[in-house]
Every structure is written in C-alpha cells, then in structure tokens.
C-alpha cells in the first residue's frame, strides 16, 4: 500500500473517532428556531363585531405555533402595512424574521373574506396566500378552519386539525392563575380555547401565592379532533398555613396599633404582611385581607404624624422615663489649694468608675428637668508626711467612694437625638486612707488611717454636658458626656482644706428602662 493511501486512511479514522466521541458527550449544534411576526389581521369591514374575529386569528397563530416547538412567534405591534416585496425583505432583516404572517378581513355584500398571507424571508420555499369566504358570520368557523390547516401545512409539511378547551374553577374564590400548555406560557385567566391543536397536551394552571408557587391542575389529555373538553380546577381562599403566616403578623398591629412605644415593632409587622400580600389577586379574600390591613395601616400613618415619629422613638416620645447608667470618671486630686502651714504639694489625677440611676420629666416641649443618683469609687495617690498630705503613689493606699445627687435642666434640639443640659449636685464622701507615717526622730514608719473627720464630707458642684441618644424598640441607648466641678475649689469656702477632689470630666452609657405618658 502506498505511502498517502495510508495517511489518508489514519485521517479519515481519525475525523471518525473525534466525532463518535462527541457524539458520545453528546455535543450537538445548538438549534436556532426561526422567528416568525403575525403582523396583524387587519378589519377592513368596518363592523366592530368582527374585531375579535380578527383577534382569534392571530391568538390561535402564535399560540399554535408555539406548541409545535419549531418556531418562536410573536404579534408585531407596529401596525404597519406592507405594499410591496421590498419592505418585507427590509422589515425580516430588520427583526431577523424567517416568516412575516399578515392579511385582512373584507366585506362585500353579505360575504366576508378573510385573507391570509405568508412572505418566506428566505425566499426559497415561496411565498403563500390563503383565502376563505364566508357567506354568513356563522360559517366564519369552517372559513378560519381552511385557513389554519393551510397555513400550518404549508409550514410545518403536517395536517392539522383542532380541539376547543374552556377552563372551569370550581372553587370557593376567584383569583388570578396562569396557564400553561406544554410547558409553554399562554396567558392568564384563560376560560376558552377556540382553536387548540389536537393530539396529546399537558396542562398546568399555576398560581403564585404569598411568594410560593402552587399548582391548581396538572394533566395531560389526548385531545382529539373536533372535541370540546373542559378542564376543571379549584382555587382555595386562604389555606390554614397562609391564615397563620398573616395572623402572625396581624397580631402587634392589633396590639399596639395606638401605643405609641411600640411603633418600630409595628412598623416591622406592617411590612412583613404587606410584603406578603404585595399581590394578593390569587384569591378575592386576600384581597378584602389586603384591604382590611392597608386600612390599619392608613391609621397607623395617622398616628405616628400625630405622635411626630419620622425616625423611631426618641426621648421627645418618652415624657417621663427612668434608667440606669455606668460611668467612667477623670478625676484631679487638687491639693495645691490647702491653707497650711509647710509645704504645698502639686495636685494628682486618677480614673473611676461607677454607676447610677435616673428620673426625667418634661416640663416644656423640649425642655425638662432630671434627677440622679451616682455612686463612684476613687484612688487618690497621696501620703502624708509630718502632718502634711504629700503626692506619693509607693507610700498609700486610699479609697474614696462618692454617693452625688444631681438636679439638672436639660434642653433637645429639634432632632430629639441630642440634648444639652446644666445643673447641681450634692456630694457626699466618704474615704479610707492607709499611708505611712514617718517619726522624725526615730526614723521609723507605721500605717495608719487618716483622720476620718477630715475624710467624712459633704460638698456641692455644678455639672454641665451633653447626651446623644439613640432610638431603640420601645427605650433609648444613650451616651453622655459630662463635666463637674467643686463650688469651693473656685469660690473658696471656710474649709477649703477639704478640697480633696477639684471636679471631673465623665462618660456615661445608659439605657432607659421605663417610659411613657
């Protein structure tokens, strides 16, 4: 055998093992249906009777052909008509047509004529022309019968005939659904089927309800030619399961509707259920349930115009509140003011931290007063050395714990999220100093506690800051920043040896436990 007569060989058994293996993948061509446009039928008879005529027609092409799998079809919109050879072939490329369908319906006489045509883009089939006349209105049926068949075997190469559906609910409600043949999408609420082509068809009547899909019918029929079938489907009012998922939600509007304090729980139930029943047209008791809640839901609007809530519960919705508070304090040790004999040692400064709780009222539309109780521990670096306090963190041990008793006017600004305030407090102390105390002859040390009556005090300040406040379900979250300071460490007093801390800056985080009117 000759050299090429065997490469020639290995080369076509080649081509022959690359396709059998894809073949085998099953790799295939994907299919492009061709695109046919119904154009219109046009009435041309001037009898507004036979506009639905006119309407079937086109229904029964598209749909029809849809069926069949071979062809995508659509109904053109443009209205436009079609004079001539030129525009069609301009019209097809335009819309990457394979078939344009049109034609007309005339009158003359007593006779009507419906028209049928067919322009193959592609020009290499022909194109075909179809037209039927019907003596009387009541034989337009045989006529449009004619003219499907022809139209149908000219392309598909098939004999067709038809079948006529209508679709009954027997159910206890109406409601919207949609039909499917085939798989393929025909529309909503279809009752009847003029033309429907025969042989075996699967019908589904689906229905989105509340966000899920149910199936209303699902069965295939044998439909043969000529017959009137009737396909028979329930639509239920609300199921047991949708009834819970509503009422669930119903449940806060019901009852906290006017209460003020549980506005952003309402809120959230009022969305939920309306996002629910967003389209409640699957059944007409959804939609009186849509209805009876949009109807809260106008209330509620009402309400929280009156109550001034454009952004969730603020303190101006809180007239009168209470709530508990932590804090974290800056303290100055200021020593450097004492009125005595010897050295004068410079003032120290630590941190604390403590706590309280609160009561506030309004007394104005955006003004009020608020009382306070705190309690808060303190460190103070001192010791005391020949009678004298001396700065000395190696040589002490000191705890000061405080119980203040503020009295504060506040003011909100139009937001109600911030309010600035100023006021006084009554302070009481009382403090346990170990230090070490130095004989100066003997040079030896020994603990002891400092004078508990120098230790054991009550004094005033005034306070000023300010509170941000955030809006929570039905309390605040607040943050507030505070600064304190000693009457007497500024105006000085009889006593102003007892000047043991001058003020300080605070940060507080809080909550408010209780409100309302």
């Known amino acids: 055998m000759k050299k090429s007569s065997i490469i020639i060989i290995f080369f076509l058994n080649l081509v022959y093992l690359i396709s059998n293996l894809g073949a085998q993948q099953g790799i295939k061509k994907p299919e492009i249906l061709p695109v046919i446009a119904v154009a219109g039928i046009n009435n041309m008879t001037g009898l507004s009777s036979i506009d639905r005529t006119s309407e079937l027609i086109e229904e029964t092409l598209v749909r029809n052909l849809d069926l069949t799998g071979n062809f995508r079809t659509f109904i053109s919109n443009d209205g436009k008509q079609f004079t001539n050879e030129s525009g069609m072939y301009e019209y097809c490329g335009d819309n990457n047509l394979s078939y344009l369908l049109y034609g007309n319906i005339t009158k003359a006489g007593r006779d009507i004529t419906i028209e049928v045509n067919i322009f193959n883009a592609a020009d290499n089939r022909g194109h075909l022309s179809v037209r039927e006349t019907a003596e009387t209105p009541a034989k337009l049926r045989t006529s449009m019968d004619n003219i499907f068949r022809e139209v149908f075997r000219f392309l598909t190469n098939e004999y067709v005939s038809f079948a006529s559906v209508s679709f009954v609910n027997r159910g206890q409600d109406e409601g919207s659904w949609t039909l499917f043949i085939d798989g393929v999408g025909i529309g909503k609420n279809i009752e009847y089927i003029d033309y429907l082509v025969s042989g075996s068809r699967n019908i589904r009547i689906l229905q989105n309800r509340m966000g899920s899909e149910t199936v209303l019918a699902d069965t295939t029929i044998i439909l043969k030619p000529e017959d009137r079938v009737s396909i028979e489907f329930e639509i239920p009012a609300l199921t047991e399961k949708e009834k819970r998922l509503i009422s669930r939600y119903e449940k806060p509007i019901g009852l906290y509707l006017n209460d003020k304090f549980k506005s952003k729980r309402v809120a959230a139930a009022f969305d939920s259920v309306l996002s629910l029943l967003e389209d409640p047209s699957f059944c007409s008791t959804a939609v009186d349930k849509k209805n009876e809640i949009t109807a809260k839901y106008e209330i509620w609007k009402k309400n929280m115009t009156e109550w001034g809530l454009t952004r969730g519960l603020t303190a101006a919705d809180l007239p009168y509140s209470a709530g508990l508070k932590t804090m974290v304090l800056t303290s100055t040790y200021d020593i450097s003011d004492w009125d005595m004999a010897g050295s004068k040692p410079q003032g120290q400064s630590s941190s604390s931290f403590g706590g309280g709780f609160f009561c506030s009222a309004d007394i104005l539309k955006s003004a009020g007063i608020q009382g306070e109780f705190n309690f808060y521990n303190q460190k103070i670096p001192a010791s005391f050395d020949s009678g004298y306090p001396l700065p000395d963190p190696s040589k002490m041990e000191t705890s000061a714990w405080y119980m203040e008793f503020p ?111």
């Open 407 to 517: 009295l504060i006017v506040y003011y909100r600004i139009p937001s109600h999220l911030l309010k600035f305030y100023a006021g006084a407090a009554l302070k009481y102390r009382t403090t346990i100093m170990s230090v070490d105390i130095t004989d100066d002859t003997t040079g030896t040390s020994s603990g002891s506690e400092y004078d508990e009556e120098l230790l054991r005090m009550a004094n005033s300040s005034w306070l000023a800051g300010g509170s941000l406040e955030f809006p929570l379900n039905s309390s605040l979250f607040f943050l507030d920043f505070r600064y304190s300071r000693d009457f007497y460490s500024w105006f000085k007093s009889s006593a102003p040896e007892k000047d043991f801390i001058a003020g300080y800056l605070a940060c507080s985080v809080g909550y408010t436990i209780k409100g309302g009117r």
